[in-house]
């Protein structure tokens, strides 16, 4: 029996769907609900409930339209109370028969019940004999009744309702008695109560009594009731099916009869426990309900339930199901990405799947788009949400209504109206916060208006083959929610139970970033596990979550392989080479690949060889081998930060409008500044609801192939104080494409530098260029790239210096609308994950990691300037520990310059927005004094200030430690 509160918010929801099912573990599954017993509490307050209230609404469960009404008293059913308060509204008079055939009528408006007798004469004489007769009266059953008073009388006299009306005259008669006068109702004249007049009695008993009273009334009497034609209602009859059974069987049968008793004059309501059970997929996760079969076939059943008396369950006419008998060994992949997250998985014969993840009817027609998971959270009411979140550890009973998670939580961001609220709930992505948590705080206002700090995401790594526990001192982690959701769509109990997890990550990742994220993972992942599984030991200590591969790594297995398997003539072009029908076929000597990765976050290059292994390899049990030699990439070029440079720069060519408005907005992190831009670029929820809004405006000119662009348009945009103003905004479309197509040909420019440095490793193999993310479905790199353009074949001058390798160029994979798992530019990752899973035979090699002790290489450029030129001293392929001289310091001071943009290899100016400064100062070092710096950490450097460099290890002193992402010296 669940009680009902008042819905606390007006978002959209379905009704009646916050009913708990009281079924899962509290904290641990030692302590995991035994469903006897909570039905069995529950049956105590259903019968402590019935008794406070006498009427109750039957209503369908999912509705909050009542099919029927309850009588506790008499234990009948009868129909709503909606079907007699539309009878008689719609009848202002009703005819109302009893049991002994009297008749009587019922003014709907008064309320009263009026009676001429149980003769077919009327009765006549003074008030002294007329209340003496009417106190005979037994019309209906009813005592008590009496002669009218004027008011009431006067009122029931001149309704044109009145079906004994004629004219003027009732019954064709004119003289009335009521308590106060004689009346002559042609002209309303009145007499002394002496005279003689007709008596039409009245009767209140239903006067001062509710509806449902009245119905029952009506029931116990066995009354009919009619129009004043004569239409007789068949809403009067009642139904006894109830009337026999205990309150026990009555919850078992408001299940079995998919109802549930809603209070009549307080909200409350009275669910059976059992019919709970149908949402528990539903409630959380917006899975598919669960059928009757789930809960009653003996071939099905409920893993929450494993574990109760069977005897108890039978008489419940339950079943429960062991949840080991559904745990699978097969793989799982998971792309977590910053955009959107991607899930893969192999089925029982091998087959890799891949799964959709927050979509609002999993019955709908499978698309293409629905396997792109948002990665985003939309926060509704985060108090109620807590409350369960750290109390229950495993399958936590949540409701949807509290939290949205993927495809319909970016619907809300994307589609905000203009509503600061909605961005303050909204966070869009998770995989950047958790990469910078530490260093920048996040504030989000849920629905209700409770405003939350997100806490640092921390390495809160479960004990392998030990049980959670949840406790309220646990901080928020959206990773971990996010990873929930993901694990009980996984764990959809028509699919089975997955205990074998696999992540995949950029090249760049930090080592620590990593490690917090794969803790959240095997938390959030755990968790949606029944606690029935988890307290059987045996089986569950096989649970993992790993590390596998990096992100282009992983696409390289998925499109090396797709690219082999068929024709790729019409499909790939090779460059220095007129035959266009290269493709990848593993041999010993291997295929050199090269990925370019370009995502919504960033872009990941990736370089190494696919070969088949060597008699070494394969008496280790190796087939393949997949050999990273390289990896690097360009931390700006993102779909998302390409939208964001789009918005700023159109506002910026719309300044005036901003001025006059006052509106504010963002700047992209690698944007340049303008002069008097403080006062518009800010980072208040205004300013991002701004850039939002402009983006849902741009982001089709950005992805769609055609580039077209109206050239204004009318928005309404927020101005300082969080007003709508209603702005006309002017977009050049050729300056914006141009950014697009320059922004873009640095990045290749980059990719191709970065190939450079590893070019002479691959021999005179063919190198197979991968096209990989939904960036690369830019017209942009189409044109480049694809078209053999003149640009690209200057890049390729500019970078090779006539020494250009043979290039196979892949388009990114495209849908397969007849094989929507086939991998694609974007699925391709978490498909090529599972091809590299234990139990494939491959091998992977990663040179870059193996170098710096599974650490990430060192991500920054560092040096200094000279002549106006940005020359690095330190760069991502230096090794860490190794001192270098960055230069003198005239005066104890060195302008330290850096940058994470690959650019830096072949030209940054002094004030390129990519390349930061930081001035370093050593007061008390003595003139001649010379600046090294080392790596120390992926974003980390040493600096000593000293004379020689053979006093480096000796002078621990003039030392500082930079953090270059923050700029801060640290300790």
Known sequence: MTQHQPKQHSQPQETNSNHSSGVCGKSSPKTATNFIQHFNDELADF?????????????????????????????????????????????????????????????????????WGQTSNLISGNLDTLKTEAAKFRTLGLDNWSVPKMADFKLFAQNKANPDLTGKRIFNQCRWMTQEYYVDIDNWTTFS?????????????????????????????????????????????????????????????LNKQGVYLRGVNQDQCLTSPISTLNGLDWRPCRLPQLEKARLTDLNKGLWELWGCDLEALAKLKLVARNPKQDVKLHNVAIDFGTSSTVVAYCDQNGTRQLLRIGVRDFYQQPEATHYENPTVLELLDFE???AIWQRQTYRPELDWNWL?????AQESFRNNPGDTGVLARILPRIKQWAMRSDKQQLRLTDYQGHELTLASLTE????????????????????????????????????????KYHLTFPAKYERATKDKILASFRRGLQRSLPSTLVSQNEVFRDFEVKELASEPAAY????????????VVATSAAVNDDNRSIKPKLTDDGVAYAVFDFGGGTTDFDFGIWRWATAVEEDEGYEQVFESLHS?????????????????????????????????????????????????????????????????????????????????????????????????ISFDAQKLDALLFNRIKEGLRAFLVELDHVVEQFGSRPIHLLLAGNGSRSRHITALVENDSNEWNALLAEVFQGRTPTLVIHPPLAVNQDNLHAPTAKTGVALGLLRLCPGEKVKLINKVRTESHDEAPFRYYVGGIRRGQFTPQLTPSSEYQQWQLLGSM?????????SVSPKAKVGMQEGDPELLIHRVDFPAAPPGTKLFARAIHPCIVELAAVSEEVVLESDIISRKRLDLETGLIIS
């Open 47 to 115: 019968t402590e409930s019935l008794a406070t209230e006498r009427f109750w609404h039957i209503c369908p469960l999912g509705s909050n339209e009542p099919c029927g009404l309850f009588d506790t008293k008499t234990r009948l059913k009868h129909q709503p109370i909606s079907a007699f308060q539309q009878f008689f509204a719609a009848n202002a008079f009703v005819l109302i028969k009893g049991q002994q055939g009297h008749h009587a009528r019922f003014d709907t408006q008064q309320k009263l019940l009026w009676s």
């Open 193 to 253: 109560t002496n005279s003689s007049g007709y008596l039409y009695a009245c009767h209140s008993a239903w006067k001062s009594v509710s509806v449902a009273e009245t119905i029952a009334f009506i029931a116990k009497h066995q009354y009919t009731l009619s129009t004043v034609d004569k239409q007789e209602s068949t809403f009067c009859k009642t139904d006894n099916s109830w009337q026999e059974l205990d309150h026990e069987q009555l919850l078992i049968t």
């Open 384 to 386: 109620r949400f807590r």
């Open 404 to 408: 949205h998670t993927s495809h319909e």
């Open 460 to 499: 809160r790594n479960p004990v392998r083959g030990q049980a959670m526990e949840v406790s309220t001192t646990d901080p928020f982690d959206p990773v971990e929610l996010y990873a929930w959701y993901l694990g009980m769509t996984i764990n959809w109990r028509e699919r089975g139970l997955y205990l």
């Open 556 to 567: 390289a297995a998925a499109a090396l392989h797709h690219l082999a398997s068929q024709d």
């Open 632 to 728: 690097s990439g360009d931390n700006f070029l993102g779909g998302e930060n390409l939208l964001e440079h789009l918005v700023y720069e159109t506002f910026k060519d719309n300044l005036d409008i901003c001025r006059e408005h006052k509106l504010p907005f963002t700047r992209p992190l690698d944007g340049k500044s303008f002069s008097g831009d403080e006062v518009f670029v800010q980072q208040t929820q205004a300013a991002q609801t701004n850039s939002v809004l402009l983006g849902t405006k741009l982001r089709p000119f950005m992805e769609n192939t055609d580039g077209q662009l109206e050239s204004q348009t009318s928005i309404d945009l927020l101005n300082m104080d969080g007003q709508k103003v209603k702005s006309e």
């Open 890 to 898: 005239p005066q104890q001071v060195f302008k330290l310059c850096y």
